[in-house]
């Protein structure tokens, strides 16, 4: 945990974190000072750069997206150009929700969310695989949704 933080400003992070929602005069009854000096804190924090941004989680599931799939990638051949083009044009597809550089087997883990088994196919024989750089990808699908928070874990880093 970085030195600019004391407890408070953990406390009022992992408030934010699960409602950002919460005003300045919430927090500050929740975590027992006066306001003002609660809003100044949350703005240092935002200052400082530790919220990067506000957005409200949505329900996949009641918007229709159904297929949650972790696809494993491996480039044709790995290079700067080939990481960078590949990297810039998953970026631009909506249906990919994180992606990430993988140490050992697989070049990159893609989290896809799509509306069903159908529209994953589609979305990777259509653009996935028409990328020039793709060589292998292998699907893996989540059955059962256990845990799923946008959270970290700030209580155990202190």
Known sequence: MSNDLNHQDVTILS???????????????MINISQSPCWRRINRIEQAGYIQRKVAV?????????????????LTAVGRRHLEEFEHRVSAF??????????GVWDYMLKIITRDIRHYESFVREK???????????????????????????????
């Open 94 to 103: 909506p249906e990919i929700v994180e992606c990430y550089t993988m140490t």
């Open 15 to 29: 408030i934010l974190q699960r409602d950002a929602s919460k005003s300045s005069t919430e927090i500050a009854e």
């Open 58 to 74: 949505l329900d996949r599931e009641k918007l229709g997206m159904e297929l949650v799939c972790f696809t494993t990638v491996n």
């Open 128 to 158: 996935l695989l028409s990328l020039p750089m793709v060589g292998e990808t292998h699907s893996h699908i989540a059955v059962t949704e256990i845990k799923n928070t946008t959270e970290l874990p700030l209580d155990t880093q202190l």
